[in-house]
């Protein structure tokens, strides 16, 4: 009964959300506005837009983040290296990790009590079905890994954690620990390093990154072949 109530509930505000969406022209402009931001994949037009805003800078990027959590298969390192070149790297690492964390706490949530119908048609089930079968393999070691990889577009591992028997907590939890250091590292790279500097250091750090996640993943494999023997 009580999932039944949170059902109807969500599924209320969504219906108002995207009622507004469609009948705003000013939400509509500033959603699709944003949208085309992200999607342009340059850290200097996500500065530029998000600076546009003024003394409401840090409002818009928190929304902006949870904009690209929810319905953007965009990676989040964006908005990091954004915030961190608006805001300074300290300031603007702990506004891209609270922000973050809001945004997979509502895919989360929104999986968990909407199913998987809803998820497929805000992502896709191509998509899902791999993250699926990451997950079946490796459990909550995939939202570690993940976070590693800062091209991954974490949105869908949240989703997927809500469809599997997953509770709230761990996967919180495991959410804060794994992208810690990830947006502590790009907020310094994008709060302290300009041009050709910052440029390599993130090609380096995507990677080295992109190496750990491997070397992790082969070491679970490893371990669940051998006792499956």
């Not at 837009?49 to 990027?61: D, E, F, N, Q, W």
């Not at 300031?91 to 009590?113: E, H, P, R, T």
């Not at 790009?186 to 491997?214: C, D, E, H, P, R």
Request: with cysteine; glycine share 8%.
């Amino acid at each position: 009964m009580k999932k039944y109530k949170s059902k109807i509930f969500l599924a209320a505000i969504l219906i108002l959300l995207a009622s507004i969406y469609a009948f705003v022209p000013s939400v509509n402009y500033g959603i699709n506005n944003a949208i085309k931001v992200l999607s342009s994949m340059g850290v200097d037009g996500v500065i530029e837009y998000i600076r546009g805003y003024g003394k409401y800078a840090a409002l818009v990027s928190f929304m902006l983040m949870i904009l690209q959590s929810i319905i953007s298969p965009i990676p989040a390192f964006l908005i990091t290296l954004s915030n961190a070149a608006i805001f300074g790297w300290v300031k603007g690492a702990m506004l891209s990790w609270s922000s973050a964390m809001v945004g997979a706490a509502l895919c989360f949530y929104i999986a968990k009590i909407l199913g998987r119908d809803v998820v497929e048609k805000i992502t896709t089930k191509t998509a899902l079905k791999s993250v699926d079968d990451f997950f079946a393999r490796y459990d909550k070691y995939v939202i570690l890994i993940a976070r590693l990889l800062p091209f991954v577009s974490f949105d869908i591992v949240s989703y997927a954690a809500g469809l599997t028997s997953m509770k709230f907590w761990p996967f919180f939890i495991a959410t804060g620990l794994g992208q810690l250091p990830a947006t502590i590292v790009y907020s310094y790279v994008g709060g302290t390093l300009t041009g050709g500097a910052k440029a390599m250091m993130i090609g380096l750090l995507v990677l080295f990154a992109f190496s750990i996640a491997i070397f992790i993943a082969k070491n679970m494999y490893n371990e669940k072949h051998k006792k499956s023997n």
